[in-house]
């Protein structure tokens, strides 16, 4: 089961502490979200699984991380300042701006006003100034993808590496579109985090190791709590891709807003680095294929046999964390009766994922040996670094129990009278799930934490 509505998701995400409005407290910044206590662990698990699977658990990658300021012409080159925009009309009535794409019937979707003004090309960069000046000649931006720094550093990467074909480079970081209408919660939003990986192979590969990125994409993301039948594949259409690329499967998920766009998984080919060859005098070309054989050396590999050189192409895996973090709340989003004919809302994250991995409870909050023995164990769990192991001293278990099913704590432990009595002294152990309790001793508990997330 998983929420109805984005207003079921937005609600729990807002009451437990996972995602809150930016400044809320003057009235909101558009397309702009701050993540709260549970929702900063919610994100950095999924970033860390994300690395997990592409850098350490492989040999052909390496990681990247750049600044967020981008250089002028990287993203002129890029093509970006050029093309990186998105059709948009004014209501002449009420002023509301929209995407000329999405208007209906020629309608404003503010006042339904037919006098809109004509289709105007709206940038979707951020900019900004570097240095005192602010005359235009020191312009740069923030970049709109992590992509282009990874082709910018390809050759630092490869002398540094010495790595050849197949191999890729990984990057996790913010990325900013000014989007004409940021909507539907963090799924659309003007300040977003992607996980891109750009893999660079020998032309000819490309189709075969597209196919490769999409298995692993998809196998990843059932790792993660959303399983593949969640997962529309789509083939884009020809008419539909974008400036870089020569085929493209978008991973969509089947949002409570729709069926909407999780992941990208593009074929890049060799437009990048080729664009990132060409001289300052070529800016204004834009021509879909770089035959520059004056300058591709710079960003070109040899071919140890044949001693050709070439431009490797790119297959590029491109994930939003936000519209991830939406997919894996819903999948986890469960709502369940109980034998008793109570309901418990109940987020089963996959244990990696969860924000808490063990909450320790004292079962009465004024004993000071039980405190005692809580802050101990609390202390001893930490250190085993599998991220966050809460002591919490509220003095009502149901209460807490409640609070734990409903943030997706896999574990409780309590500890309670029998604990301090006991010659070998044990705790209760609750599982998130099935709500089945054991006792276990405490000199055991490390490894049944230690077992249940690894
Ligand atoms: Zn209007």
């Avoid at 010659?423 to 309790?437: A, F, K, L, N």
Wanted: hydrophobic content about 35%; charged content about 30%; some cysteine.
């Amino acid at each position: 089961m998983v929420a109805k509505t984005m207003d079921e998701l937005v609600s729990i995400c807002k009451r437990r502490g996972f995602i809150f409005q930016s400044a809320e407290l003057y009235g909101g910044l558009q397309g702009m979200y701050d993540f709260g206590p549970l929702g900063v662990e919610l994100k950095n698990n999924l970033k860390k699984a994300w690395w997990q699977s592409m850098v350490y658990e492989r040999d052909d990658v390496e990681g990247l991380d750049s600044s967020i300021v981008t250089h002028r012409t990287m993203l002129q080159m890029s093509g970006h300042e050029g093309t990186f925009s998105d059709p948009m009309k004014d209501c002449k009535e009420c002023g509301h701006r929209m995407r000329a794409d999405h208007i209906v019937d020629n309608k404003c979707d503010n006042c339904g006003s037919e006098d809109l003004t004509e289709e105007r090309e709206f940038n979707l960069m951020f900019k900004t100034h570097i240095g005192a000046l602010d005359d235009g000649s020191n312009l740069a931006y923030l970049r709109p993808e992590t992509a282009q720094a990874i082709f910018g550093n390809f050759k630092n990467v490869v002398d540094s590496t010495a790595k050849t074909t197949p191999f890729g480079i990984a990057q996790i970081g913010k990325a900013f579109r000014n989007e004409i209408t940021a909507r539907n919660f963090i799924f659309r939003v003007r300040e977003f985090e992607q996980m891109e990986l750009e893999f660079f192979v020998k032309p000819g590969d490309d189709e075969k190791w597209h196919d490769y990125w999409l298995e692993q994409r998809l196998n990843w993301w059932e790792e993660q709590g959303v399983p593949k039948s969640k997962i529309h594949v789509l083939d884009v259409p020809a008419d539909d891709l974008a400036h870089y690329s020569k085929k493209t499967y978008d991973l969509e998920y089947e949002y409570p807003h729709g069926i909407d766009e999780m992941e990208g998984i593009a074929n890049r080919t060799d437009y990048d680095l080729g664009n990132h060859t060409k001289s300052q005098d070529e800016l204004n070309i834009t021509a879909k294929v770089h035959k520059n054989t004056q300058s591709t050396q710079k960003m070109a590999l040899q071919d140890q046999e044949t001693k050709e050189w070439y431009v490797p192409y790119v297959i590029e895996p491109s994930a939003g964390v936000e519209r991830g973090m939406i997919a894996v709340l819903n999948e986890a989003y469960h709502v369940e009766t109980l034998e008793n004919g109570s309901e418990r809302t109940v987020m089963k994250f996959k244990p990696h994922l969860a924000p808490i991995k063990a909450a320790v409870i004292p079962l009465k909050k004024n004993k000071p040996e039980i405190v005692e023995m809580c802050k101990t164990i609390k202390k001893d769990l930490q250190k085993l670094g599998l991220g966050r192991i809460l002591y919490e001293n509220t003095g009502n278990i149901g209460k807490a129990y409640r609070r734990h099913d409903e943030v997706g704590t896999p574990i409780c432990i309590t500890v309670d009278f029998e604990t301090i009595e006991e010659e070998i002294p044990t705790v209760t152990v609750r599982d998130r799930d099935t709500m089945e309790q054991k006792r276990i001793p405490v000199s055991e508990l490390k490894k049944y934490v230690m077992e249940y997330f690894i």
